[in-house]
């Protein structure tokens, strides 16, 4: 009759590894029930832009979602919620952060401090749960509005146009004034006309024509 104990312990530990086992099959197929896919895991931003951090899960109930931001400056909470409730977000991202029941979150007017790494947390009512993280990097632009580079444009042309006005004026200004320069120089040198009256001893009265040029040899007619 003393083998009865040995084989009830026997029982008692094949029964305790079946239970171990269950209960790992079951937290193996606890922690497969949820599934997160991030369809671009790395965004390149620029300054000012509103940002979509896509993602996509499936679980079992309605889980709890949780954003967390990390940078060279530690972890700070975002937003965190249940699908179809009012989210709870932090102050840091007040009016900047609108949250989506599929778990993703958009960013508005994001700058340059934004950039870093942001995981999102996926948790089941029954305590498994799973995260994923995507990159976002802001660069800042040299020039915000290319209206502006426009209009810059435009005022170089328009000061180009001036300018070449301007010499064309004064080229005109010069030639006038040069002309009439030369004008005046050969005006000048016409010469002056000199009578000369002579009278001779019969009475009889002689006009004598003398050119004296200004500015050449001088001739008598």
Known sequence: MR?????RR?????SLGLFALCLAAARCLQ??????????SAINATVKEDILLSVEYSC????????????????????????????????????????????????????????????ITVTERLGSSQFGTIVLHVSEILYEDLH????FLAFLAA?????ISLMWVCNKCAYKFQRKRR????????GLVIIHAFEDG??????????????????TH
């Open 60 to 119: 079992l109930g309605v889980p709890t979602i949780e954003w967390k931001y990390t940078s060279n400056w530690g972890v700070q909470k975002i937003v965190e919620w249940k699908p179809g409730t009012q989210a709870n977000i932090s102050q840091s991202h007040k009016d900047r952060v609108c949250t989506f029941d599929n778990g993703s979150i958009q960013l508005f007017s994001v700058g340059v401090s934004d950039s870093g790494y942001y995981i």
């Open 31 to 40: 922690s497969q029930g949820i599934s997160l896919y991030i369809p671009q």
């Open 148 to 151: 502006f580079v426009a209009v």
């Open 10 to 14: 026997k029982n008692r530990g094949i």
């Open 183 to 190: 004008h005046k120089l050969k005006g000048n040198c016409l």
């Open 202 to 219: 019969g009475g009889t009265h002689y006009l004598v024509l003398t050119e004296k040029p200004l500015c050449g040899s001088s001739s």
């Open 3 to 7: 083998p009865l104990p040995s084989r």
């Open 159 to 163: 000061v180009a146009a001036v300018l």
